[in-house]
């Protein structure tokens, strides 16, 4: 019974860094648009959809490839559930060069070409980033670094639970 309770508590520790520390942070933030260049015109998102995950990446970032996999898989995935894949490299190498490693790593799901400010506007500090946006253009939930399939399901049933 001892093992039992020990267990639910790090069970507990565990969900509570996993999926209630993300929403703390991005309580009550509005996401800030802004004009950016589509750099694949043919897989222009709706931005009207009624939730969006917004991924900020870096051509440089390791992590932003090791992760390009799940996001190529995801793009379509999240789209059959209702949430819009936007992606936007933070644009330091230029579109020329980005648009080349698109190519090579054959990436097809949008991908916006992002400037400083915006990164700024956003506080976006570090790659990758994602942003869950509801409805109402709010940040329901903002990461830094990967996150796991279960974390990108336990922030999906939470929107579609909770933003309805």
């Known amino acids: 019974m001892k093992k039992f309770f020990i267990n639910s508590f790090y069970i507990l520790i565990l969900f509570s860094i996993f999926f209630l520390v ?13 004009e950016l260049i589509l750099l694949n015109e043919n897989s222009k998102p709706n931005l009207n959809s009624k939730f969006k995950i917004y991924y900020f990446w870096a ?3 390791g992590v932003c490839e090791s ?7 995801s793009y379509n995935y ?5 949430f819009e894949f936007i992606s936007i490299e933070e644009g330091s ?6 648009k080349e490693y698109m190519d090579k ?34 940040i329901a939930f903002f990461d830094t670094g990967i996150i796991t399939p279960l974390g990108i399901i336990f922030r999906i049933l939470y929107m579609k639970i909770f933003y309805v």
């Open 93 to 98: 190498n230029g579109e020329k060069f980005t």
């Open 22 to 34: 993300p929403i703390f942070k991005a309580k009550g933030k509005i996401f800030k648009n802004q």
């Open 59 to 61: 051509t440089w970032c």
């Open 78 to 82: 999240l789209r059959s559930l209702g």
């Open 67 to 73: 992760n390009l996999l799940m996001n190529k898989f």
């Open 105 to 138: 790593n054959q990436i097809y799901f949008p991908v916006y070409l992002s400037n400083k400010e915006f990164l700024l506007t956003n506080h976006v500090e570090a790659f990758p980033t994602t942003f869950f946006i509801n409805q109402k253009n709010e």
